[in-house]
Every structure is written in structure tokens, then in C-alpha cells.
């Protein structure tokens, strides 16, 4: 089973996932991004996917590591340094050590899997690519870095679109590329991550929309829109300012030729037929994971439903 995931919403359903496949699942993450700060790789998506299949995430935060300490973002701000983004202690072994591979010539993808292999975690994890690649929002104050807009602006501005910087030159790392068959996976789910700055990089990633739909297996999302609103972040804020009505209706048509079928939350069940009015299939469920029980739930329920889409399929 193949999962494309951001951060907090994706790696939610990614561990409920990995609690049914184990190293049956392989997670493509989000690079967009990620981005410099203070001599150091930041890759916010890859490192909470892997801390949370790792099982030390955060579990109020949904980011960073759990029972943390801020003693050096303390002493950078009593030096005069920058304290704007929040890097906790454990959390920096994590960039010290990354920066220091890269620098030494080796690929995101590497040091990921060595992330991996030491924190014992039996999903793959994959970079969605090794070379640079930087969401900018588009705004009415001209093109704004994503951590600029997101840390430091709060998302306060308007969007206006998004461009995915560097991707025309970006490649499938060649472990990812071998993961990309049928052979090995039976169903490709897009989690409940934010489609524009999480979900959307990777598949602008040249080839990598293609190679997934060439795999001809069930393509289901989940939706992050619960109700009218986003569970987490600006994702709700943004379809309002893209002028999109802020439902899973606008999820689905934004995935369309893409997905078979996604998976909504019992409060939209008003919004089924809408969607399947555009050939998407509908089921709908508690997609709230609160707690590790819920986040299993709804793994099930995207594979049972991959299955049921499978038969159609043939
Ligand atoms: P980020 O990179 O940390 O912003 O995280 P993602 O892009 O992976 O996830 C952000 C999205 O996850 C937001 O749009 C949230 O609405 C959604 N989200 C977070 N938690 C949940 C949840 O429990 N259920 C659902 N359905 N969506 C969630
Ligand atoms: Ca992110």
C-alpha cells in the first residue's frame, strides 16, 4: 500500500496504516517545505511522518517530539538569534545530523532511511524527491516562502495560487521509482493532508501522477475538510480565498481523474451525492483520529474501500 502524505493530518492516518500493513507500507512525503534555518535542513513533513510511525511524535502538537525541552531555543534567543521557528532539543539531533549526511554528499533519500532503520520503523519512507523544491504562495504582496507565510504571517494573507519552486528539475528518487508497481502495491491512498501545499507537490513531481495512475490500482482519498472546516491549519482558509465552497466536494473535484474514490466524514454525508455526480466513489466514516483506536479505524475503512473499488475496477 502506497501512501502520499504532508505532516500532521497526514501522518495520523499514515501510523493507523502502518498499524494494519507494517512494511507492506511504503509513505511518500512532502519536501516543499522544506528550507534552511540557521545552517540547518528543515523537512517539517518528513521528520513528523517519521516520528510519529516511530511512535515518539507529539500527541498534542501533532509535530515535533514528544516530552520535549527548549533549552537551545532559549539560549539562541537570550544570544539575539532568530527563535521564530520552534526547534526543540530532540528535534535538532534530528537536523544536526541530516544537515551533517547531506553535507557529506548524501541524498535526502538515504538519510531518511537511515532515520528510519534506526528508529526501527517497518513502513518505507520516501522523500518525494532528492533535489530542492520550495512552495511559495502566491499573494497580492507578491511570492512569499511557505514557512514566511505559515510561521511567521500566520497565514494572515490571502493565497492567491501556489508555485512549487524547482520542481520542473526535480526526479523520482530511483528507491521511490522502484516502489511505483502494482506488483508491490495494491492501493495508493492520499491522506488527509492539505491538497495545495502538501498533496499537490508531490504530484507535480515530474512523472509521478502518471506512474501512479499507471499502476491501475484503487486511488482513494480521505478528506481534511470535516464539517465546513479544516481539523487543523489554513487548508480551510485557503479554498475559502481560492473561491471554492469549503466542503469535501471541493476535495474531491480538486483530485478528480486522479481518485476513485474518497472517504468523507459522517457530518458531510449531505455532500455524497454531489461527489458522486463527478464518478468519484463515496464512503463516508468518522475520519476524526483522535487518538491512535481512530486513526486504525479509518486505515480500515480506506482499505476496505480500496477493496470494494478493486472489483470495479476489473
Ligand atoms: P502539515 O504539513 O503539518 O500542515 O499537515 P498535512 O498537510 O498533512 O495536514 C493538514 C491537514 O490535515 C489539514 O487540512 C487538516 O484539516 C487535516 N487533518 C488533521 N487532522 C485530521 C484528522 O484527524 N482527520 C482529518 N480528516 N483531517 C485531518
Ligand atoms: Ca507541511
Redo the contacts with the bound molecule.
Keep these: 500500500m502506497l501512501a502520499l502524505?504532508?505532516?500532521?493530518?497526514?501522518?495520523?492516518?499514515a501510523s493507523g496504516l502502518a498499524d494494519i500493513a507494517g512494511d507492506g507500507l511504503a509513505v511518500i512525503v512532502?519536501t516543499a517545505?522544506d528550507f534552511d534555518h540557521l545552517g540547518l535542513r528543515i523537512c517539517?513533513?518528513l521528520d513528523?511522518v517519521t516520528y510519529a510511525l516511530a511512535g515518539i511524535a507529539n500527541p498534542q502538537t501533532?509535530?515535533g517530539i514528544v516530552d520535549e525541552t527548549w533549552s537551545c531555543l532559549d539560549r539562541l534567543a537570550a544570544l539575539g538569534g532568530d527563535d521564530w521557528f520552534r526547534l526543540g532539543d530532540k528535534d535538532l539531533a534530528t537536523h544536526i545530523l541530516r544537515t551533517h549526511y547531506l553535507r557529506q554528499g548524501e541524498t535526502l533519500t538515504a538519510v531518511t532511511e537511515r532515520f528510519r532503520q534506526r528508529l526501527r520503523i517497518a513502513p518505507a519512507i520516501f522523500p518525494m524527491t532528492d533535489q530542492p523544491v520550495r512552495t511559495l504562495v502566491r499573494t497580492a504582496q507578491g511570492e512569499l516562502g511557505f514557512q514566511h507565510y505559515?510561521v511567521k504571517l500566520r497565514c494572515e494573507v490571502p493565497v492567491l495560487g501556489f508555485l512549487f519552486q524547482g520542481i520542473e528539475a526535480a526526479t523520482i528518487p530511483a528507491p521511490l521509482e522502484a516502489q511505483l508497481s502494482p506488483v508491490l502495491h495494491d492501493l495508493i491512498v492520499i491522506?488527509?493532508?492539505?491538497?495545495f501545499?502538501?498533496?499537490d507537490p508531490i504530484l507535480s513531481v515530474p512523472h509521478l501522477r502518471e506512474r501512479l495512475l499507471a499502476m491501475r490500482r484503487p486511488v482513494v482519498a480521505?478528506?481534511?475538510?470535516?464539517g465546513g472546516?479544516?481539523?487543523?491549519?489554513?487548508?480551510?482558509k485557503m479554498i475559502r480565498e481560492l473561491a471554492m465552497p469549503v466542503s469535501p466536494v471541493s476535495i474531491a473535484r480538486h483530485y478528480r481523474g486522479l481518485i476513485h474514490g474518497i472517504v468523507i466524514?459522517e457530518v458531510d454525508a449531505a455532500h455524497a451525492t454531489e461527489v458522486e455526480k463527478l464518478g468519484i466513489h463515496v464512503r463516508t466514516a468518522e475520519?476524526?483520529?483522535?487518538g491512535k483506536e481512530?486513526?486504525r479505524k479509518?486505515a480500515e475503512t480506506c482499505i476496505r474501500f480500496g477493496e470494494a473499488i478493486a472489483c470495479t475496477l476489473q
Excluded: E, H
Design positions: 502524505a504532508g505532516g500532521v493530518g497526514g501522518s495520523k492516518l512532502n517545505d517539517p513533513d513528523t501533532g509535530w505559515f491522506c488527509p493532508s492539505n491538497p501545499v502538501s498533496v480521505v478528506s481534511p475538510i470535516i472546516a479544516a481539523v487543523k491549519g489554513p487548508a480551510a466524514d475520519t476524526l483520529m483522535t481512530r486513526q479509518l
